[in-house]
């Protein structure tokens, strides 16, 4: 039985896992204790509750688990990440990096240090989304202090060769920030291997609960330090103050359990279930898939429909659940700034929406979703 509308906006936020709110619920109300109470039971058994969760997170993305500092979420995590390391480094340096299809959470907290006297070179894209590592290398001065890249794009899904970015930063001792939100828990993601020092991400992308993520912070090789944002307890070894939210990450550690154990799986169905959309879609000589087809995350068909207008495209396809560009900025109806960034016409952008998958996605919602968008798209085409 399909049920309406048909969710297919998994890189928004996705459904916590039964399994993941099952593990939560004790901790609201009978395992309740303030893991930073040392002095009885009730804090003790929340702190092994928090140390636990923290193992996995950790596990999930190759990092110990005293390298994962816990946040309200990535965009917190992010902030801290990145204000924290240019207020810790700024006699060392002013200049940062990033790229112009970052999350806004990036884009603006580059831009509030722009106001504070640093200086940010962001990098331009292929049509495909890719950054030119030449233009990476060519960027980066003796002021350099940090380069944020995303490791995949919630819009479009493409992934960045984190890799080879990070041969680059090290090369020229430069730290490497990487926003994986959209990366962790879909593929496989190693900090030890990508030579990441700090990544920011979160659970609700990954079947988690929401207001939780955390950032990853390198201890050696190096060890990296930043300013805490948050003034208080000295919570997380000082890196950042407030009562940790117990229920949540108990529920962002079963969430990358579960994505560790089911990663393969999940990546595989997802995908073939995204082929099967995209394909049927794009039958369509009107519909074009925007980004790089080939290093790109498993879920995600970010489409362009020729002549259409995206928000009124939405708007007639009531059966199912589907963005424009990207949520977070669709408050304000903006095209896309990362489409736009790409080298997409006004026009092309504006007609492009985001079709993300996720664990619960079915064969029926999809070849449900194929006909429907279809016909839908076959009426519109006739007014
Ligand atoms: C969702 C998302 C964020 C923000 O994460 P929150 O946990 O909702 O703050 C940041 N970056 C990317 C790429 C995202 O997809």
Sequence with gaps: MLSFPIYLDYNSTTPVDGEVLNEMLPLFNKNFGNPASKTHKYGWEAEEY??????KIADLIHATPHEIIFTSGATEAINLGIKGVAEYAHEKGNHIITCKTEHKAVLDTCHSLEKNGFEITFLETDSNGHIDLNILLKSIRKETLLVCLMYANNETGVIHPIEEVSEITRSKNVLLFVDGTQGVGKIPVDVEKSRI??????SHKIYGPKGCGALYLRRKNPRVTLVPQMDGGGHERGFRSGTLNTAGIVGFGKAAEICSSRMEHDYKLI????NKLENALTSDKNIHVNG???NRLPNVSNLSFGKMDGAFLITSLKNIAIASGSACTSANPEPSHVLLAMGLTKQKTGSSVRFSL???TTEEEIDYTIEYVLE???KLNKI
């Design 376 to 378: 839908v798209v076959k």
């Design 197 to 202: 020092d700090l990544m920011a991400f979160s």
């Design 50 to 55: 928090v140390e636990i969760a923290r193992e």
């Design 271 to 274: 995908e073939t279930l995204r």
């Design 292 to 294: 790089d087809t080939k």
């Design 358 to 360: 996720g664990r619960f």
